[in-house]
């Protein structure tokens, strides 16, 4: 019932830039927090950054000051700027929200993500 799909991801050169989108659509009652997560082939999905609803963000030390998470509440959007990417950039990106939805009667949260979308990084 509940969608999200992500759109951005490609090649860019070191040092060069992406933006990330992803949008929810569906029974949606509110969404709450989003964020986003990577995840590089053989390793542990990580978190990116994360934006609540009012629009608080908090990054991981090692994106800080080149990663730029925002979102448009209207939308249900999510997007991820980055900036000076880096070969170790190169990851799947994954898009996650805790949304609350009606389920019968009941207003539950739960954790959705997206497919991921592939950003490499390379010259």
């Known amino acids: 019932q509940v969608q999200m799909v992500e759109s951005g991801g490609g090649l860019v050169q070191p040092g060069g830039s992406l933006r990330l989108s992803c949008a929810a659509s569906g029974n949606i009652f509110i969404v709450n927090n989003m964020a986003w997560y990577r995840q590089v082939s053989g390793k542990e999905r990580e978190l990116v950054a994360v934006?609540?609803?009012?629009?608080?963000?908090r990054y991981a030390d090692s994106m800080e000051g080149r990663f730029t998470i925002s979102r448009d509440n209207a939308k249900k959007t999510v997007y991820l700027q980055m900036n000076s990417l880096q070969s170790e950039d190169t990851a799947v990106y994954y898009c996650y929200a805790d949304i609350r939805v009606y389920q019968g009667d009941n207003l539950r949260a739960l954790d959705y993500w997206g497919k991921g979308v592939l950003v490499t990084v390379s010259s």
């Open positions: 934006i609540t609803s009012a629009g608080n963000a």
